[in-house]
């Protein structure tokens, strides 16, 4: 930092126009992996709202003004030093929006999508700031896409739908002439890293590591001649799919019968396919939590979000319900002795490879977030949330349910693997799946 920007940061401190905080732990382990702080764009997820209604550029400023005051992540930015990195919060900040009117010539989606890929493809400077972007795109008068991308440091999946809800509920109050702006949220993302900071002491940490040490003793990783350094040119690619509502049902019931979630029938099933898929018996998926169990976070924007090693051993000597109650035992376990993952690595200690996940390969998630009610009158409007950057796995499987069926989103390292692969593994979940619903106490799946 210039001499300079040391002055005018000792300014804004003691002028009480910023304050300094430590990083998170969920921070902290994303600033060990990003490859560069400045002009980062592996790290960023998005979400496109489809508005149809009329709307002006300075009603939508002046929501999103409220917004930006009520969560300070959205004033946020890092200071690099040489032990920790700490990230500063300035009192007030004007909001980052873009408006843009869709050339007629080119046909809608072609024109949305290409104007979106703009907006999440452009790299985040976490030195600098802001570390989010929205972005209006005009189709006419009565019909816009608004374009959101923030940088994964300050919002995880929930935190987009805080975003939304409360960019909608501020866009009420504008037009009403409401004054006063949104209520402050119950706790602040900072309070929270605080909290969590004096929650893990020394003594948890080493009995959760223990804890860990045991459970991933003599792991293995599932492709060791793919174990490369990540290539930032390696973007995500997905394949969305479904499993029927005869079929979801089916697994909803089976999850009933054997007193187990419907997340651990899910993960049981995963397993046996991933195994089939790949020949190796020991599985280790990473599942994301969203580490919002205080009801004083819910409705915080903030990277909250951490991940929970899964292991399990297919055994095919055990029938599925028996397969299915040893995952749901184990997946209880794991939960229960959860730890900040940077905390985890750290006791570890596993070989590293830059911008590589060091502890799995795949990630398994049952997606739970909630969907905000964007009820607003004279409006018409669709969410779609989607993940970009540059993913820190080779495989993941995200799963929604859509009904009485489920949504299946595979994510894949397209220099991994083609689109006709991973068909063909959907294809074997859905016979796994099958399988298991029709006979789970058989030692046969497929």
């Known amino acids: 930092m210039t001499e300079d920007k040391r002055a005018r940061l000792k300014r804004w401190l003691d002028s009480g126009k910023a304050a300094l905080h430590p990083l998170t732990f969920p921070q902290r382990e994303l600033w060990e992996t990003s490859p560069q702080p400045v002009g980062d764009k592996t790290n960023t997820i998005c979400c496109l709202i489809e508005i149809k209604g009329a709307i002006t550029a300075q009603d939508c400023t002046a929501a999103m003004q409220r917004v930006v005051n009520r969560h300070e992540v959205l004033r946020l930015s890092f200071l690099p030093s040489k032990g920790q990195a700490v990230q500063m919060i300035q009192a007030q900040s004007e909001p980052v929006m873009r408006f843009r009117d869709l050339p007629s010539s080119s046909t809608r989606s072609d024109a949305v999508d290409a104007a979106a890929l703009e907006t999440f493809d452009a790299p985040f400077d976490l030195v600098q700031g802001p570390l989010y972007r929205v972005e209006v795109l005009r189709r006419s008068p009565t019909d816009h896409v608004l374009v959101v991308a923030i940088h994964h440091a300050i919002a995880d999946g929930w935190s987009l739908g805080v975003l939304v809800q409360d960019l909608y509920a501020a866009y009420a109050q504008v037009l009403l002439g409401a004054s006063g702006g949104l209520p402050p949220v119950a706790l ?259």
């Not at 499993?243 to 899910?266: H, I, N, Y």
Request: charged residues 20%; contains cysteine; aromatic residues 10%.
């Open 188 to 446: 602040s993302y900072m309070a929270w890293g605080a909290a969590e900071r004096a929650l893990w002491q020394p003594a948890l940490l080493e009995q959760r590591a223990a804890f860990w040490k045991t459970h991933l003793a003599g792991s293995t990783r599932l492709w060791d001649d793919r174990a490369d350094a990540l290539d930032e040119s390696d973007q995500l690619q997905r394949r969305i799919a479904d499993v029927s509502a005869e079929l979801g049902l089916a697994v909803r019931e089976l999850a009933r019968r054997t007193s187990a979630t419907l997340f651990s029938t899910l993960l049981a099933a995963f397993q046996i396919t991933l195994s089939r898929w790949t020949g190796v018996a020991d599985i280790v998926v990473g599942t994301p939590v969203a580490n919002r169990a205080r009801q004083e976070v819910r409705e915080t924007m903030g990277y909250f979000s951490s991940i929970v090693p899964l292991r399990g051993q297919v055994d095919d000597s055990r029938s599925f319900s028996d397969s299915l109650r040893a995952v749901h035992q184990a997946t209880m376990d794991c939960f229960a002795n959860a730890m900040p993952f940077a905390e985890l690595v750290a006791a570890l200690n596993p070989p590293r490879l830059p911008g590589r996940n060091p502890i799995y390969e795949v990630r398994f998630a049952l997606q739970n977030q909630p969907v905000p009610d964007l009820a607003v009158a004279g409006f018409s409007v669709q969410l779609k949330i989607r993940a970009t950057g540059t993913p820190r796995f080779d495989l993941a499987c995200e799963i929604t349910e859509a009904g009485n069926g489920l949504e299946v989103v595979w994510l894949f390292r397209w220099s991994r693997f083609s689109q006709s692969e991973i068909e063909e593994l959907h294809r074997l979940f859905l016979t796994v799946l099958s399988a298991v619903c029709t006979t789970p106490d058989s030692r046969t799946f497929i």
